[in-house]
C-alpha cells in the first residue's frame, strides 16, 4: 500500500469519527435535551420518568401501579382524595351516604361529561361497576383485574340520572366508599367499552372516554403517554397546573436516574433504587421529595409448620409464640432501612402505617428494648421462659424476584442479626415469585418474607386481608377476638370508635405475633430544581397526581 | 466467541494459490439449480428452528400457567387454559401453531394481549434500524481499519489494531455498551443516555404522522433537522455499541484476506510485470478481499440480533431484543415464542440472501 493510500484510508477514518463527535456535539452539549432547543418540556409542560408497567388501561383488567398511575390522571372517581388526606370525599359526585344498612347512595354533579362529549350519567356508573363483576365472573380479566375490591357490592341502580345506589351485601360497610377510590373506581363511558370484555386501550384512546383531570393524548404502551389537561374535568382537584404532561417509560432505573440528572425528564417517580436516591441527595441540580409510602414488609409465621407449630412433631402453642417473640426482639428495622434501604424504608412497629387513621405503634414497647431497638436479652429471656431450647433452627424464606433486588440483602441481615444473639440457626433460602407464591400457601415454609401494598388508603386494608380467620396469608392464625373486633370496625359508623377498634386490634395482633412487620416504604419523587407540588401529591393516598406539579 | 470468529475468518479466507480462474467450476448443476436447493433449503431449516423454539417452550408447561399461575384460583386457571386450548395433545397445539406461522399469526401475547405480530412489526423496524446502523458501523471501522492493518503488516499499528479487533469481539456487548454511556453519557456528558429520541422529538414525529418506525425515516420526513441531529444523536451509543463487535471480526477479516490476496501468484506475476504496487492493492488485492465479507454477514446477522437484545436493553432501545427481555421477564411465552420464531426466520432467509449473493459475486463459490 502507498502512503498516500494509507493516508487517505487514516483520513476517512478519523473523518468518520470526526463526524460522529461532531453529531454529538451539535448538540447543545446535554444528549438529554430536546432536539428542539428547549430542554425538558417547559412553560405548561412537564416530562415524567418512571419505570412502571402498564399493564391496561382498562380499568377492568388491570390491578397495579403502573396501570392505576394512568387511571388516576383521565377517569373520574366518584369518591377521592384530596391532597394531604388518606380519607376519601367526593370527587364528581355532590354527596355519598349510606342511605340504609345496605344502600350507599351517591349523588353526582350536573352537566358532567366525557372529553368525547358524551354525558356522563349514573347509567355510566352503573354500567361500570355491572362491568367490573361481570368481567370478574367470566375471567376476561385474565386475574389481574380489580373487582375482587367489589366483594361488597351486590348490584347497582341508576333510578336518575344523577343518582346512583349500590346495595351493598353488609351493613355499614364503612371500607365500601374507599372502595370507590380504588382501582375498581374508575368510571368508564358505556358509549366505548364493552361490557362483559376487555376493551384495548387502542381504542380506548381513540374514543376519548376521559373525564378526569387529564386526557390522552398520545399513547405508546410502556414507552410514552402525552396528557392534556381536560377542560371539562368537574371533580375535587381543579384543573391541572401543567397543561401537558408526557410520562417516558424505562426499563432501567440507572437510565430513569441519568435521565433526571440531565433534565431530559423532570420528575423521575418510582423506581429509582435506594443506592440512586442516596446519590441524589448530593446532586444539586435535583430535588429529593420523600412522602410516606403505604408499602410494608413483614414475616409471616406458619402456626402450623413454624418451629412449635400445631402440626410439628413437638407442637407447643407457649413455645411457638416464644420463638415468634424472641424473632421480634431480635429484628432491627433501623439497620435493615437505613443499610440497605438508605433510608428509602423507614422502620415500622404497626401493622396499619404510620400517616394513616389508626397507626398505633403496638410491637414498640412489646418487643426489643421498648425504644425500637433490638434486645438480646429479652429474646433470651422470652425463650428460657417458655422452656426452648437454644439455638433454634429457623428455615426463612424469601422471594429473590419480587421485592427488588435488595431482597437478598435484607434477609441476609436479618438472618446475621437472629444468628448473632447465640439463639438461632437460621437456613436461609429463596425461591422465584411463582412457585413462591404456590408454596407459601401450601405450608410448606414455616417463616417467609411478604410485602404488601394497599388497595386504598384505609387501615381495614392492613387487618381484614391479613388477620380475619380466611385471610390471604392462609398461616392458620386464628383469634376470635380479633375476628369479631376486624368485623366491627369495618361496620362501626362513629370515626373516633372505629379508630379505637383499630388500635386494639393491632394490639391484639402484636401479642400474638401472626406477622413481624418491620419496613414501610417511603414514596420518593426526584425532581428538578424549578418543579414545585411534589410534595402536596406524595401524601398517604398513594395516589400520585400529575394535576399538582408544575415547572417554572 | 473468539474461536467461532476464527474459524469464521478462516473458512472464507482464500488460500495462496487458489487464485481466481475467471471461469466457474461447475459439479453437477447450473446458478438456478444451486439458488433452488439454497432456496428449498430454507424450509426445513425454518422448521426445525421453531420446532426447537416450541420444544422448549413448552417444556416448562403451558404458557397460562407460567404467566399466570400463582396469580388465579386454579379453577380459573383450568378454565382459561382449556379455552386457549392448551390442554389439547401436543402434537395438535404443534400442529396449530405450524399453521398459525404459515398464515402470520404467532398468537397473541399473554401479558398485553397484542398480536404477536403486531408486536414484531412495531419493534421489528426499531431493531432493523439499529442493526442497519451497528453493519455501517462495522462497515466504515472495520474495513478501513483491516485495510491499515494488512499495509502495515507486523508493525506497530497492525498489532494495536490487531489487539482492538480482539479486544472489540471479545468484549461482551453489555458492558461495551456501558462502558461507553459512562464516557459519553455520564463523564462528559455529550450524548444521550438511553431512548431513541427525546420526548418531545417523538411527539413531534407522532403529530406529524411520521410512523414508519424507523426514526431517522420518520425524523426526516418531518423536515425539522433538529429532530434528525437529535434521533442521531440517540443512535450513535447503541449502533457503536454493537456495530463494534462486528467491525472486529470485518478488521481481523480484511487484514487476513488483504495478506493472504498479496501473496498469491496473480499478485506476484502483476508485482512482477512491475505492476505498481498502489494500483496492485486497490485493483488485485483489495476487492478480491472483500468478498469474503459478504460470507461473513449472514453470521454476523444472528451475531447482530442476538446482540441487539443486550444492546437495545442497555440503552433503552425499544426494539425486538428489548421486548423479547420483557416478555420474559413477564413470563409471556406465546409473545417469547412467536419473537423467537421470527427471528429464527430472518436469520434462515438472511442466510439464504447472503448465499445468492455470494454466489453472484465470488468466482470461488462451486455449484
Not at chain 1, 344523577?162 to 351485601?169: C, N
Not at chain 1, 415469585?433 to 410448606?444: A, L, P
Given at each position: 500500500m502507498t502512503s498516500a493510500t494509507l493516508r487517505r484510508t487514516t483520513a476517512i477514518t478519523a473523518g468518520l469519527a470526526a463526524t460522529a463527535l461532531l453529531l454529538a456535539a451539535c448538540g447543545n452539549g446535554n444528549g438529554g435535551s430536546d432536539a428542539t432547543g428547549t430542554a425538558g418540556a417547559g412553560g405548561d409542560s412537564l416530562t415524567i420518568g418512571t419505570t412502571d408497567k402498564i399493564t391496561t388501561i382498562d380499568p377492568a383488567g388491570s390491578y397495579d401501579n403502573g396501570s392505576f398511575a394512568v387511571m388516576n390522571q383521565v377517569y373520574p372517581f366518584l369518591l377521592n382524595t384530596p391532597y394531604g388526606s388518606p380519607d376519601v370525599e367526593p370527587d364528581i359526585a355532590v354527596s355519598a351516604e349510606f342511605t340504609s344498612p345496605t344502600e350507599y347512595t351517591v349523588k353526582l354533579k350536573p352537566g358532567l361529561k366525557f372529553a368525547n362529549g358524551h354525558a356522563l350519567t349514573s347509567s355510566d356508573v352503573k354500567f361500570t361497576f355491572d362491568r367490573q363483576l361481570t368481567i370478574l365472573a367470566n375471567g376476561a380479566d385474565g386475574g389481574n383485574g380489580p373487582a375482587s375490591l367489589l366483594y361488597n357490592l351486590e348490584s347497582t341502580d341508576a333510578p336518575d340520572d344523577t343518582t346512583v345506589v349500590f346495595h351493598l351485601k353488609s351493613e355499614n360497610d364503612?371500607?365500601?366508599?374507599?372502595?370507590?377510590?380504588?382501582?375498581?373506581?374508575?368510571?368508564?363511558?358505556?358509549?366505548?367499552?364493552?361490557?362483559?370484555?376487555?376493551?384495548?386501550?387502542?381504542?380506548?384512546?381513540?374514543?376519548?372516554?376521559?373525564?378526569?383531570?387529564?386526557?390522552?393524548?398520545?399513547?405508546?404502551?410502556?414507552e410514552l403517554v402525552s396528557y392534556e389537561a381536560n377542560p371539562e374535568y368537574q371533580g375535587l382537584y381543579g384543573a391541572p397546573k401543567s397543561k401537558t404532561v408526557t410520562v417516558q417509560y424505562f426499563a432501567d432505573s440507572s437510565n430513569l436516574k441519568l435521565s433526571v440528572q440531565q433534565g431530559e425528564v423532570d420528575v423521575a417517580f418510582r423506581s429509582l433504587s435506594a443506592t440512586d436516591i442516596d446519590d441524589l441527595r448530593g446532586d444539586d441540580n435535583v430535588k429529593v421529595v420523600d412522602g410516606p409510602g403505604g408499602e410494608i414488609r413483614y414475616i409471616v409465621f406458619n402456626f402450623d409448620t413454624q418451629p412449635f407449630g400445631a402440626t410439628t412433631a413437638d407442637a407447643d402453642a407457649s413455645k411457638a409464640l416464644a420463638v415468634r417473640q424472641a424473632v421480634a426482639d431480635l429484628i432491627d428495622r433501623t439497620a435493615i432501612a437505613d443499610q440497605v434501604y438508605k433510608g428509602t424504608y423507614t422502620p415500622l412497629y404497626s401493622y396499619v402505617p404510620a400517616g394513616l387513621t389508626g397507626a398505633t405503634e403496638s410491637l414498640k414497647g412489646l418487643y426489643g428494648d421498648g425504644k425500637g431497638g433490638p434486645d438480646a436479652g429479652k429474646a433470651k429471656a422470652a425463650l428460657a421462659d417458655a422452656g426452648v431450647s437454644t439455638p433454634v433452627t429457623l428455615n426463612l424464606q424469601y422471594s429473590n424476584d419480587h421485592y427488588g433486588p435488595s431482597s437478598a440483602d435484607e434477609y441476609a441481615l436479618i438472618k446475621d442479626q437472629l444468628e448473632s444473639s447465640g439463639l438461632f440457626t437460621v437456613n436461609l433460602q429463596t425461591t422465584e415469585w411463582t412457585q413462591y407464591s404456590k408454596d407459601r400457601t401450601t405450608d410448606v415454609y414455616p417463616v417467609y418474607q411478604l410485602g404488601w401494598f394497599p388497595d386504598y388508603s384505609d387501615a381495614d386494608n392492613y387487618l381484614t386481608p391479613f388477620f380475619l380467620e380466611e385471610n390471604f396469608l392462609g398461616n392458620h392464625y386464628v383469634n376470635q377476638d380479633v375476628n369479631d373486633l376486624i368485623l366491627k370496625q369495618a361496620t362501626t359508623t362513629d370515626a373516633g370508635e372505629r379508630t379505637a377498634l383499630i388500635e386494639k386490634i393491632q394490639d391484639t395482633v402484636a401479642a400474638d405475633l401472626s406477622t413481624v412487620p418491620y419496613l414501610q416504604g417511603a414514596q420518593v419523587a426526584v425532581v428538578g430544581k424549578d418543579v414545585q407540588g411534589a410534595q402536596d401529591t406524595l401524601d398517604a393516598s398513594f395516589k400520585f397526581r400529575y394535576g399538582a406539579l408544575s415547572k417554572g | 466467541m473468539t474461536i467461532t470468529q476464527d474459524l469464521a475468518v478462516d473458512a472464507v479466507t482464500p488460500e495462496p494459490d487458489d487464485a481466481p480462474s475467471g471461469r466457474r467450476r461447475r459439479a453437477g448443476g447450473g446458478l438456478g439449480r444451486y439458488l433452488l436447493v439454497r432456496f428449498l433449503l430454507i424450509f426445513p431449516t425454518v422448521l426445525i428452528l421453531v420446532t426447537v423454539v416450541f420444544v422448549l417452550m413448552r417444556a416448562t408447561g403451558d404458557p397460562i400457567t407460567a404467566a399466570l399461575g400463582g396469580r388465579l384460583p386454579a379453577d380459573q386457571l383450568a378454565t382459561r387454559i382449556h379455552a386457549a386450548g392448551y390442554d389439547r395433545p401436543l402434537l395438535t397445539q404443534y400442529l396449530e401453531f405450524l399453521s398459525?406461522?404459515?398464515?402470520?399469526?404467532?398468537?397473541?401475547?399473554?401479558?398485553?394481549?397484542?398480536?404477536?405480530?403486531?408486536?414484531?412489526?412495531?419493534?421489528?423496524?426499531?431493531?432493523?434500524?439499529?442493526?442497519?446502523?451497528?453493519?455501517?458501523?462495522?462497515?466504515?471501522?472495520?474495513?478501513?481499519?483491516?485495510?491499515?492493518?494488512?499495509?502495515?503488516?507486523?508493525?506497530?499499528?497492525?498489532?494495536?489494531?490487531?489487539?482492538?479487533?480482539?479486544?472489540?469481539?471479545?468484549t461482551p456487548v453489555f458492558f461495551a455498551g456501558m462502558i461507553l454511556k459512562l464516557v459519553f453519557a455520564v463523564w462528559l456528558p455529550i450524548l444521550p443516555v438511553a431512548g431513541r429520541a427525546t420526548t418531545r422529538s417523538t411527539l413531534e414525529m407522532k403529530t406529524q404522522g411520521a410512523n414508519t418506525g424507523i426514526y431517522l425515516v420518520d425524523a426526516i420526513s418531518t423536515g425539522n433537522w433538529a429532530i434528525v441531529g437529535d434521533v442521531l444523536q440517540h443512535a450513535v451509543l447503541p449502533s457503536l455499541a454493537l456495530g463494534l463487535l462486528t467491525a472486529g471480526v470485518f478488521l481481523r477479516l480484511v487484514r487476513t484476506n488483504m495478506i493472504g490476496t498479496l501473496q498469491t501468484g496473480y499478485v506476484e506475476a502483476a508485482r512482477s510485470r512491475g505492476v505498481s504496487e498502489r494500483r496492485l492493492v486497490r485493483t488485485h488485492a483489495w476487492r478480491p478481499a472483500l468478498v469474503p465479507i459478504i460470507t461473513v454477514i449472514g453470521l454476523q446477522i444472528a451475531m447482530l440480533l442476538g446482540g441487539a437484545v443486550l444492546t437495545e436493553t442497555?440503552?433503552?432501545?425499544?426494539?425486538?431484543?428489548?421486548?423479547?427481555?420483557?416478555?420474559?421477564?413477564?413470563?409471556?411465552?406465546?409473545?417469547?415464542?412467536?419473537?423467537v420464531a421470527l427471528l429464527a426466520v430472518i436469520v434462515a432467509v438472511t442466510n439464504f440472501v447472503v448465499d445468492v449473493i455470494a454466489a453472484l459475486v465470488d468466482p470461488r463459490i462451486r455449484y
Amino acid at each position: 500500500m502507498t502512503s498516500a493510500t494509507l493516508r487517505r484510508t487514516t483520513a476517512i477514518t478519523a473523518g468518520l469519527a470526526a463526524t460522529a463527535l461532531l453529531l454529538a456535539a451539535c448538540g447543545n452539549g446535554n444528549g438529554g435535551s430536546d432536539a428542539t432547543g428547549t430542554a425538558g418540556a417547559g412553560g405548561d409542560s412537564l416530562t415524567i420518568g418512571t419505570t412502571d408497567k402498564i399493564t391496561t388501561i382498562d380499568p377492568a383488567g388491570s390491578y397495579d401501579n403502573g396501570s392505576f398511575a394512568v387511571m388516576n390522571q383521565v377517569y373520574p372517581f366518584l369518591l377521592n382524595t384530596p391532597y394531604g388526606s388518606p380519607d376519601v370525599e367526593p370527587d364528581i359526585a355532590v354527596s355519598a351516604e349510606f342511605t340504609s344498612p345496605t344502600e350507599y347512595t351517591v349523588k353526582l354533579k350536573p352537566g358532567l361529561k366525557f372529553a368525547n362529549g358524551h354525558a356522563l350519567t349514573s347509567s355510566d356508573v352503573k354500567f361500570t361497576f355491572d362491568r367490573q363483576l361481570t368481567i370478574l365472573a367470566n375471567g376476561a380479566d385474565g386475574g389481574n383485574g380489580p373487582a375482587s375490591l367489589l366483594y361488597n357490592l351486590e348490584s347497582t341502580d341508576a333510578p336518575d340520572d344523577t343518582t346512583v345506589v349500590f346495595h351493598l351485601k353488609s351493613e355499614n360497610d364503612q371500607v365500601f366508599p374507599q372502595n370507590l377510590s380504588s382501582p375498581a373506581g374508575p368510571i368508564v363511558d358505556e358509549e366505548v367499552f364493552a361490557a362483559d370484555a376487555l376493551t384495548p386501550d387502542d381504542e380506548i384512546v381513540a374514543a376519548k372516554p376521559f373525564a378526569g383531570p387529564y386526557t390522552i393524548t398520545s399513547y405508546t404502551l410502556n414507552e410514552l403517554v402525552s396528557y392534556e389537561a381536560n377542560p371539562e374535568y368537574q371533580g375535587l382537584y381543579g384543573a391541572p397546573k401543567s397543561k401537558t404532561v408526557t410520562v417516558q417509560y424505562f426499563a432501567d432505573s440507572s437510565n430513569l436516574k441519568l435521565s433526571v440528572q440531565q433534565g431530559e425528564v423532570d420528575v423521575a417517580f418510582r423506581s429509582l433504587s435506594a443506592t440512586d436516591i442516596d446519590d441524589l441527595r448530593g446532586d444539586d441540580n435535583v430535588k429529593v421529595v420523600d412522602g410516606p409510602g403505604g408499602e410494608i414488609r413483614y414475616i409471616v409465621f406458619n402456626f402450623d409448620t413454624q418451629p412449635f407449630g400445631a402440626t410439628t412433631a413437638d407442637a407447643d402453642a407457649s413455645k411457638a409464640l416464644a420463638v415468634r417473640q424472641a424473632v421480634a426482639d431480635l429484628i432491627d428495622r433501623t439497620a435493615i432501612a437505613d443499610q440497605v434501604y438508605k433510608g428509602t424504608y423507614t422502620p415500622l412497629y404497626s401493622y396499619v402505617p404510620a400517616g394513616l387513621t389508626g397507626a398505633t405503634e403496638s410491637l414498640k414497647g412489646l418487643y426489643g428494648d421498648g425504644k425500637g431497638g433490638p434486645d438480646a436479652g429479652k429474646a433470651k429471656a422470652a425463650l428460657a421462659d417458655a422452656g426452648v431450647s437454644t439455638p433454634v433452627t429457623l428455615n426463612l424464606q424469601y422471594s429473590n424476584d419480587h421485592y427488588g433486588p435488595s431482597s437478598a440483602d435484607e434477609y441476609a441481615l436479618i438472618k446475621d442479626q437472629l444468628e448473632s444473639s447465640g439463639l438461632f440457626t437460621v437456613n436461609l433460602q429463596t425461591t422465584e415469585w411463582t412457585q413462591y407464591s404456590k408454596d407459601r400457601t401450601t405450608d410448606v415454609y414455616p417463616v417467609y418474607q411478604l410485602g404488601w401494598f394497599p388497595d386504598y388508603s384505609d387501615a381495614d386494608n392492613y387487618l381484614t386481608p391479613f388477620f380475619l380467620e380466611e385471610n390471604f396469608l392462609g398461616n392458620h392464625y386464628v383469634n376470635q377476638d380479633v375476628n369479631d373486633l376486624i368485623l366491627k370496625q369495618a361496620t362501626t359508623t362513629d370515626a373516633g370508635e372505629r379508630t379505637a377498634l383499630i388500635e386494639k386490634i393491632q394490639d391484639t395482633v402484636a401479642a400474638d405475633l401472626s406477622t413481624v412487620p418491620y419496613l414501610q416504604g417511603a414514596q420518593v419523587a426526584v425532581v428538578g430544581k424549578d418543579v414545585q407540588g411534589a410534595q402536596d401529591t406524595l401524601d398517604a393516598s398513594f395516589k400520585f397526581r400529575y394535576g399538582a406539579l408544575s415547572k417554572g | 466467541m473468539t474461536i467461532t470468529q476464527d474459524l469464521a475468518v478462516d473458512a472464507v479466507t482464500p488460500e495462496p494459490d487458489d487464485a481466481p480462474s475467471g471461469r466457474r467450476r461447475r459439479a453437477g448443476g447450473g446458478l438456478g439449480r444451486y439458488l433452488l436447493v439454497r432456496f428449498l433449503l430454507i424450509f426445513p431449516t425454518v422448521l426445525i428452528l421453531v420446532t426447537v423454539v416450541f420444544v422448549l417452550m413448552r417444556a416448562t408447561g403451558d404458557p397460562i400457567t407460567a404467566a399466570l399461575g400463582g396469580r388465579l384460583p386454579a379453577d380459573q386457571l383450568a378454565t382459561r387454559i382449556h379455552a386457549a386450548g392448551y390442554d389439547r395433545p401436543l402434537l395438535t397445539q404443534y400442529l396449530e401453531f405450524l399453521s398459525g406461522i404459515a398464515r402470520g399469526d404467532f398468537g397473541t401475547t399473554i401479558s398485553d394481549h397484542r398480536p404477536v405480530t403486531q408486536v414484531l412489526v412495531t419493534y421489528g423496524t426499531a431493531t432493523l434500524e439499529l442493526a442497519l446502523y451497528a453493519l455501517l458501523v462495522a462497515f466504515l471501522v472495520g474495513i478501513p481499519l483491516g485495510r491499515i492493518a494488512a499495509a502495515r503488516r507486523d508493525k506497530a499499528p497492525d498489532a494495536a489494531l490487531r489487539v482492538s479487533a480482539i479486544l472489540a469481539y471479545a468484549t461482551p456487548v453489555f458492558f461495551a455498551g456501558m462502558i461507553l454511556k459512562l464516557v459519553f453519557a455520564v463523564w462528559l456528558p455529550i450524548l444521550p443516555v438511553a431512548g431513541r429520541a427525546t420526548t418531545r422529538s417523538t411527539l413531534e414525529m407522532k403529530t406529524q404522522g411520521a410512523n414508519t418506525g424507523i426514526y431517522l425515516v420518520d425524523a426526516i420526513s418531518t423536515g425539522n433537522w433538529a429532530i434528525v441531529g437529535d434521533v442521531l444523536q440517540h443512535a450513535v451509543l447503541p449502533s457503536l455499541a454493537l456495530g463494534l463487535l462486528t467491525a472486529g471480526v470485518f478488521l481481523r477479516l480484511v487484514r487476513t484476506n488483504m495478506i493472504g490476496t498479496l501473496q498469491t501468484g496473480y499478485v506476484e506475476a502483476a508485482r512482477s510485470r512491475g505492476v505498481s504496487e498502489r494500483r496492485l492493492v486497490r485493483t488485485h488485492a483489495w476487492r478480491p478481499a472483500l468478498v469474503p465479507i459478504i460470507t461473513v454477514i449472514g453470521l454476523q446477522i444472528a451475531m447482530l440480533l442476538g446482540g441487539a437484545v443486550l444492546t437495545e436493553t442497555t440503552f433503552e432501545w425499544k426494539g425486538l431484543g428489548f421486548q423479547l427481555v420483557q416478555y420474559l421477564l413477564a413470563r409471556d411465552f406465546v409473545a417469547v415464542q412467536g419473537m423467537v420464531a421470527l427471528l429464527a426466520v430472518i436469520v434462515a432467509v438472511t442466510n439464504f440472501v447472503v448465499d445468492v449473493i455470494a454466489a453472484l459475486v465470488d468466482p470461488r463459490i462451486r455449484y
